[in-house]
């Protein structure tokens, strides 16, 4: 009898062990199931300007809205730390990567380091020499600045010059943006276009319109500028030579500094950037491919003309 009671007992302990794990096994599973997506957010800057804080923030609200954590880190310019910042993301084991090249050419060992982990990427603003990605995302600058070009060469009969201050070259941006500027410009056979290069600064937007209106004194009929901030060092350069209303400034992105300008009429207009949705998109294109989804190799954003009359309504695309 005894031996019975000592087999029943034995039963009755393991069942109840067996009973407790059956819990403990399906949070295990559970856990494992549900565990949150994450991509990394390898950034040229995270929060330099509008543009930058406008990608940052777009990729992770959107990525949020889809139940994906961001994790983003911000190159602040700098080559090298971004190398080491896709680095450093592969080894947390991020699902995706969005990366805004510093440069298109440096970036390629970053690119490939994800495509050995098997780790999707995204870029946004500018490609990858080499390497694999799902998607580049980027406004239409060739369209956008065309578009301008056949505005202010509508609004000038001329004859004159107009001076393009580039940002520095090398880019594909820079290139494409100077493609559709000189094909618009020529609806105008009346105004000579005059490209001249800077480093995307106020500063030297500020030193190079100097020295073409030493130039061209006489002939010199409008600015238009890469960057908002070099549209603002030329709007200075024409303010110090005192010819504010004689020679006509433009610019490009319509940021908040910029927006101001065109309210007072002081800038006439300028292409609009649409960072907002660009930053959207890139994390759509990117969440996208990683749920199996077939996503355009290359998604361009619509830049409109921001003039003072559009201003008020004018969000960055939001």
Do not use: C
């Not at 100077?178 to 106020?202: A, C, R």
């Not at 908040?256 to 007072?264: F, R, T, W």
Request: glycine share 10%; aromatic share 6%.
């Amino acid at each position: 009898m005894e031996t019975i009671r000592k087999w029943k007992r034995s039963v009755f302990f393991v069942l109840v062990a067996i009973l407790l794990s059956i819990p403990l096994v399906v949070m295990a599973t559970g856990q494992k199931e549900s565990k949150k997506k994450t991509i990394g957010y390898a950034a040229n800057f995270a929060f330099f300007n509008d543009a930058t804080t406008d990608w940052a923030n777009a990729i992770v609200e959107t990525a949020g809205a889809r139940g994906v954590a961001v994790i983003t880190l911000d190159a602040k310019g700098d080559v090298q730390k971004q190398l080491a910042d896709v680095e450093d993301l592969i080894s947390r084991g991020v699902d995706g990567l969005v990366i805004w090249p510093n440069d298109s050419k440096a970036i390629v060992p970053a690119v490939e380091a994800a495509n050995k982990a098997n780790i999707p990427v995204v870029v946004i603003d500018r490609g990858s020499d080499a390497g694999k990605f799902v998607s580049l995302v980027a406004g239409s600058d060739i369209a956008g600045s065309k578009a301008m070009a056949a505005f202010i060469a509508n609004r000038l009969k001329g004859p004159g010059t107009v001076l393009e201050l580039t940002g520095a070259p090398g880019s594909q941006v820079v290139a494409n943006r100077s493609q559709g500027f000189s094909e618009g410009i020529k609806i105008n056979p009346n105004l000579k276009l005059v490209t001249q290069p800077t480093d995307w600064t106020t500063e030297s937007g500020l030193k190079v319109a100097e020295n073409v209106m030493q130039s061209h004194p006489d002939d010199l009929l409008a600015i238009w500028a890469h960057s908002d901030e070099m549209a603002i060092g030329a709007l200075q350069a024409v303010k110090g030579a005192g010819k504010l209303g004689k020679i006509q400034v433009f610019g490009y992105g319509a940021f908040a500094p910029m927006a101001e300008l065109i309210k007072k009429g002081e800038v006439d207009a300028a292409v609009g950037f649409p960072s907002w949705p660009m930053g959207v998109a890139a994390a759509n294109a990117l969440l996208d491919t990683m749920e199996g989804k077939q996503v355009q190799k290359t998604i361009l954003i619509d830049e409109p003309i921001v003039t003072k009359d559009a201003i008020e309504t004018w969000k960055r695309g939001r």
